[in-house]
């Protein structure tokens, strides 16, 4: 009798075959090849990765042309796993020559680098990524794309929030400033008028619960922090106001950096990637740079590649099928999906009130891709969906009989 197993449920699978313990982690790495791809290396130095690949018992995939040299460059994508790449990168190291100690330095930071297990903010309130959680969508705004989450009220949004934590969020995202497509801003008055007596009465009804602050303005985005707001959530990744680093670094506030082509009024005018979860990658690379060297700590930045956000209908589905690669940067992954365009689209163009069937598909593919949160309107449907997957992914940590 023969059985092809899943990888996830690999270490259950090993102990009922009774191994050494000590050597689970060996098997583990032999059994996960893990696709690398390295960006323009120069031919010779392809031949060599190409050979040194092969000599572990891996193998590299490169252009056609590179084995004679007929191109100058070529992309490389490796195929082998951790343990060939822990070699690979000790020997490349040592090789000054056509770029690769530089890809042996590159290579050995990414094996290094674990992304966060946890956030605390700057009120000792934390995030632990252990599962998908749930960011709860309360909008102070009469023109958001969704109509049944705009509140008009301090009572009404409390009601939503009181809703939303008996419903099990996580996180609850307070926003005064709409940023649909074609949307304009509004005064910085106006948006705290909106705000900030939302988050007062949230946070004095319920401390335990981390509130996020959807603003890109640096003033909203200090008084919210003030009166109790834990997280900003900027959807213009520190473009919009360049004041906004010094309020996330003099406070140490986790931040929610975004990806946005363009603004709110004019990204979805023709926006166009050549490669889009490629550029959106470099994005952020040099967003959190940029965000580090302003004195903004690494180790509380989440990402989010702003789905809808100067993004085509094909941009956005591309993005979820290849959500894997934005783990490339070690940092928790936001995605916020919830009844967007897109999602009309895909099917035969639906109203916003009728896509809650295709928001539980993408957040079902968000917890099966290790999303870490996902932000929504509908927070008693999408918390009982990923207690179901979270259910079902406990399989390869406890037996059946140890569940609760």
């Known amino acids: 009798m023969l059985i092809e197993l899943n990888k996830t449920f690999l270490r259950k699978e090993m102990e009922k075959v009774n191994p050494d313990p000590a050597s689970f982690l060996i098997f583990e790495e032999k059994s996960n090849i893990i696709p690398i791809k390295f960006l323009k ?35 490389v994508i490796l195929l082998g796993t951790r343990k060939h790449y822990k070699i690979l990168s000790q020997k490349l190291k040592t090789m000054p020559y056509f770029g690769l100690a530089l890809v042996g330095e590159e290579l050995d ?9 946890f956030i605390k903010s700057q009120w000792g309130r934390e995030l632990i990524f252990n599962k998908t959680l749930t960011m709860g969508v309360i909008n102070i705004t009469p023109n958001s794309f969704f109509p049944l ?17 008996k419903s099990g969020v996580d996180i609850i995202d307070v926003g005064g400033l709409s940023t649909r497509p074609g949307s304009l801003s ?50 213009s990744g520190l473009s919009f106001d360049k004041d906004l680093t010094k309020v996330i670094s003099d406070t ?49 930045i989440i990402i989010d590649p702003g789905i809808g956000f100067g993004k085509r209908y094909q941009d956005n589905l591309e993005i979820f099928a290849k959500l894997e690669s934005l783990k490339t940067l070690h940092h928790p992954i936001l995605v916020g999906a919830s009844r967007k365009g897109f999602i009309g689209t895909a099917l035969n163009d639906i109203p916003v009130e009728d896509r809650l069937e295709g928001t539980l598909a993408i957040t079902s593919l968000c917890v099966i891709k290790g999303v870490d949160i996902v932000r929504v309107h509908d927070v008693k449907e999408n918390v009982r969906i990923i207690k179901m997957l979270e259910a079902i992914k406990c399989q390869n940590v406890i037996s059946p009989s140890e569940a609760t």
């Open 41 to 75: 290396i120069l031919s010779p130095g392809v031949n060599i990765l190409k050979q040194e690949m092969l000599s572990l018992g891996g193998d590299a995939v490169v252009h056609r042309n590179a084995v004679d040299c007929k191109v100058i460059e070529s992309d």
């Open 109 to 117: 930071d990414y094996l290094k680098k674990k992304k966060i297990s």
């Open 149 to 165: 989450s705009r509140k008009e009220s301090v009572s009404e949004a409390l009601k939503t929030a009181t809703e939303m934590i």
């Open 186 to 235: 509004v005064s910085l008055e106006e948006e705290m008028k909106r705000i900030l007596p939302v988050i007062k009465s949230i946070r004095r009804s319920f401390p335990q619960v981390p509130i996020s602050v959807d603003t890109y303005r640096s003033e909203v985005a200090k008084r919210a922090l003030d009166i109790g707001v834990d997280i900003v959530n900027d959807i």
């Open 252 to 300: 140490k506030a986790p931040l929610i950096l975004m990806h946005i082509k363009g603004t709110p009024e004019n990204m979805q005018k023709n926006p166009h990637y050549k490669d889009v979860v490629k550029e959106i990658i470099e994005y952020f690379q040099h967003k959190i740079s940029y965000a580090v060297s302003k004195g903004i700590e690494e180790n509380k």
